[in-house]
């Protein structure tokens, strides 16, 4: 009965199954370099094979920890948060994201949009993956959309993923960090002649900091 109840928590978006908080530079996209308190929820079905954290995939593996618990802790190192995953949309994100505004938070989310969009957001990192597309009503919302790259045949969904964001949108492409050394001078290039696109780079992987 117990275990029914957690998960009727888990449910209602009053529990999460949290994989991992820390405080840290925001490494990627428009925020790069701004001090950034992280939220890593478990669970994602997305698949990706390139993947850098697969260990965030089961959400079984991961506490279910109370929402009041997590914004408590958040609110003592910063005063933007960054919810990612996995993909923090398989959960109902309204119960968090209204405890971190209660604080006066900034709240920023890094999602592949494949789940319908909740919680209250300043920022929405839209970052779509082929094998699961985004939920339609994500797209009009995102501040920034940012396609990882992996071989050339993403650019053509870069730019079918940049023609359904609202005009706005900032649109980033970022390599995927293994084949970095391969990719990085076909991105240069592809911005280069497509100046509406600007290049991300894992900086926080070349600070070595989490």
């Given at each position: 009965?117990?275990?029914?109840?957690?998960?009727?928590?888990?449910?209602?978006?009053?529990?999460?199954?949290?994989?991992?908080?820390?405080?840290?530079?925001?490494?990627?996209?428009?925020?790069?370099?701004?001090?950034?308190?992280?939220?890593?929820?478990?669970?994602?079905?997305?698949?990706?094979?390139?993947?850098?954290v697969?260990?965030?995939?089961?959400?079984?593996?991961?506490?279910?920890?109370?929402?009041?618990h997590?914004?408590?802790?958040?609110?003592?190192?910063?005063?933007?948060?960054?919810?990612?995953?996995?993909?923090?949309?398989?959960?109902?994100?309204g119960?968090?994201?209204?405890?971190?505004?209660?604080?006066?938070?900034?709240?920023?989310?890094?999602?592949?949009?494949?789940?319908?969009?909740t919680?209250?957001?300043?920022?929405?990192?839209?970052?779509?993956?082929?094998?699961?597309?985004?939920?339609?009503?994500?797209?009009?919302?995102?501040?920034?959309?940012?396609v990882?790259v992996?071989?050339?045949?993403?650019?053509?969904?870069?730019?079918?993923?940049?023609?359904?964001?609202?005009?706005?949108?900032?649109?980033?492409?970022?390599?995927?960090?293994?084949?970095?050394?391969?990719?990085?001078?076909?991105?240069?290039?592809?911005?280069?002649?497509?100046?509406?696109?600007?290049?991300?780079?894992?900086?926080?992987?070349?600070?070595?900091?989490?």
């Amino acid at each position: 009965m117990v275990e029914d109840n957690v998960m009727d928590l888990v449910d209602k978006g009053l529990m999460l199954p949290l994989m991992e908080e820390f405080y840290t530079i925001q490494g990627e996209g428009f925020h790069k370099g701004t001090a950034a308190y992280f939220i890593r929820v478990g669970g994602c079905d997305v698949g990706c094979h390139w993947c850098d954290v697969k260990e965030s995939w089961n959400a079984e593996t991961h506490p279910p920890t109370a929402v009041d618990h997590i914004v408590d802790h958040a609110a003592k190192y910063s005063n933007t948060i960054v919810v990612t995953g996995g993909e923090p949309l398989t959960w109902d994100m309204g119960p968090l994201t209204e405890g971190l505004k209660a604080k006066n938070l900034q709240t920023h989310i890094e999602t592949s949009g494949a789940y319908p969009l909740t919680g209250i957001w300043d920022w929405i990192c839209l970052s779509p993956k082929k094998n699961k597309l985004p939920e339609g009503e994500i797209y009009a919302k995102a501040d920034e959309l940012k396609v990882i790259v992996y071989n050339k045949h993403d650019f053509i969904f870069a730019e079918e993923q940049a023609a359904k964001v609202k005009e706005d949108c900032i649109l980033y492409l970022q390599p995927e960090w293994s084949v970095r050394e391969k990719i990085v001078p076909m991105i240069v290039e592809y911005v280069m002649q497509h100046p509406k696109w600007k290049v991300s780079l894992q900086t926080h992987k070349y600070l070595n900091i989490p």
